[in-house]
């Protein structure tokens, strides 16, 4: 199972996506991040950073991001292309 974990500040918003292990309820699982990341001045010309585990930071990447909204749809298309990019073996991310 994969859990989406979003935190929003007045003009950030951090993200973690973390894979756990099929378990039942009580079972102790160790979980395993796959990707986590800032979108910082939101409101301005916005900047994203992603650190793919273990340590694998992109280069930071800038856009016109005016609100949160559309922050989570950033964070959301580069979600996807890094999950595909871990499917087919293919790391770091180039956000």
């Known amino acids: ?52 585990p273990p340590d694998s930071l992109s280069p930071s990447t800038r856009s016109d991001i005016q609100n949160h909204g559309q922050a989570v749809a950033w964070i959301w298309e580069i979600l996807g292309r890094c999950v595909s990019q871990q499917a087919n073996g293919v790391l770091p991310l180039e956000a």
């Open 1 to 52: 199972m994969r859990i989406l974990v979003l935190n929003s500040g007045s003009s950030s918003l951090k993200f973690q996506l973390t894979e756990y292990p099929s378990a039942t309820l009580g079972d102790q699982a160790d979980s395993t991040t796959i990707v986590q990341g800032i979108v910082t001045d939101i409101g301005k010309e916005a900047s994203l950073k992603i650190r793919v």
